[in-house]
């Protein structure tokens, strides 16, 4: 029964009781926001416009490519078209779709590995299950891809640059084994040299689409060593078990670690808890099931012990802290960079980190996905092993899942919790600005945003002009942005991206690049994380939006979040002016 397709499919939806965990059900509920806001925004862009790959309502006109992401935006955004449901709505619909994928590309990435039905189905939950996948909230539109990683290596397809490598990783050990292997899973050579030569066809042309969809998405500037010594794993963050992402909380090893006194982000030192299950599972796996003996197998381990070293990054790091850092201090980029002498010491694969494609995988702590997946399959395979060893091999394999229950359990109330509150924000925001951004703009005006005393990556715009209807050359991402302001005039690219002095950021105005000038009476980006922000910024905010006021030739009207700058009608400009 379990090789029929439709019985397959039934056994992955125990995958969508994780659904509470993402933050997608209840359908009010929302997993994050900061990057939330330009994939909602690409979503009611594509939506509203009727188009597929690119959003014409940023970037004016000009083709604006997501760097990644772009299936999920695209299955929400039909939703939205064929169904009367809220954008929110739209989204999490499109999220429980794909994770009901990512489920059951889970179960069959483990049944590809030889993992019976009866472990593979647990397993699969196993996987989504783990906060190295759903904690990743933060990036949205990656973490859908980072759950689709099963999907990804099982298909030997990529949707984005991170999966790319990973499974360049893994596809690479499998073609080159299958050219070279001998033994029972040995072809005839012509049969093994067309199966090597349709693997590399399939990265030549993976790459070569996506250059085509977003040119110069990969041409941004590498990172010095320093920040990549600094973004690997410490060892001490395999041992830290955060109770905000743990029912049972620190039950061995240690608790939460304070991200900033590290040299990387929350992801590394959240994220990275390896547990007691998974150590046994690789133990037993390398014991018992002799993975020597079977290239996919032989190929699993070798993909698992490179991307755990590439996961570490140039240097090993054993609860390496800066100095003289405290837990409050502001976060900048040389908050990243991490002095050799901080480590403990360099590893040797660390120059890999200045070569293409791996120079262009900023946060290498994300190597390990690929090892959680390959930890969940080795364990699988190690139970299903003692499974066959008689009735001791049976009951040390109950115990061990138990305790694998046990220990990976999420802390389901804290992420309803989260998501009921960033659902209250997400709803603030559309009474808030959006309705507010509406009665001051006419659809389709084109507008520039500029909040504080430059433009930066700003997370809101796109957003704001999709549910509005207005257009901007505000790009929301890092890589689109930089694409973006290569494109604009040179005049407008001084004025807006630099300090610059508000009347002469207001003659933009006379240049008619845009219609009106947008000042947000808070952060474009900073304030995303969290809405609403404190009236002391949001006043803080305000007061670059004053500073318009009074000067010749505009004109300014506005509300509580935002200030709007347009040329002054003919009869009220300065004399001269006209």
Known sequence: MENRPAFRFVLALPVLFLAPVYGIWPLDHLMSQGLMLPGLGSIECLARTGVWLY?????????????????????????????????????????????????????????????????AVPGSMLFPGLPVVYAKAGYPLMLWGFA???????????????SLVMALTFGGWLALGNLIMSGSERRAIWQRVIRALIWVAAVLCAVALYQAYMPGGADYPTMPLG????????????????????????IWGVG??????????SEMTAHSYLGAGLFLGFIGFCLLVHPLRRLRHTGLLFTVVGAFVMALGSSLKINSIAENRSPEDPVTFKSYQMPAEAAV????????????????????????????LGLVTMLSLFLQTLAARGRLGVLVAVVLSAWVAVEYWPNVEKRQALGAAFGHSYRLLEVGPVEELSTLLEPGERVAFVSGERYRNKYFTT?????????????SGDKPRSIAIAGWPEDMRQKLTRPTDTSERAKLLDRRYFDALVIPHFDLR??????????????????????YRGLDGVEASGGKWFTVI???????RAPGLD
Request: glycine fraction near 6%; charge should be positive.
């Open 227 to 250: 920040y990549f010594r600094g973004q690997g794993i410490d060892l001490i963050a395999l041992i830290a078990r955060n109770p905000d992402l743990y029912v049972l909380g620190p």
């Open 148 to 162: 689709l990683l099963a999907v990804t290596l099982t298909l030997a397809l990529f949707q984005e640059p991170y």
């Open 256 to 265: 939460a670690l304070q991200p900033l006194l590290y040299f990387t982000n």
């Open 566 to 572: 347009r040329p002054a009608a003919p009869d009220s």
């Open 345 to 372: 010491a360099g590893l040797p694969h660390g120059f890999l980190y200045e070569v293409a494609p791996f120079s262009k995988m900023r946060s290498v702590s994300r190597w390990y996905m690929i090892v959680a």
């Open 526 to 547: 900073w304030d995303s994380y969290a809405w609403p922000p404190s009236e002391d910024q949001r006043l803080k905010m305000k007061a670059w939006a004053d500073a």
């Open 55 to 119: 959003c014409p309502l940023t970037w004016l006109g000009e083709p604006h490519a997501m760097s990644y992401g772009l299936p999920m935006v695209q299955l929400a955004s039909l939703i939205r078209r064929i169904a009367p449901v809220e954008l929110l709505t739209a989204w999490n619909l499109a999220s429980l779709i794909v994770l009901y994928a990512a489920g059951l590309g889970a179960q069959g990435f483990l049944r590809s590995m030889k993992v019976d039905y009866r472990i």
């Open 463 to 475: 957003f704001l002009c999709a549910r509005i209807g207005c257009s901007t050359f505000n790009v």
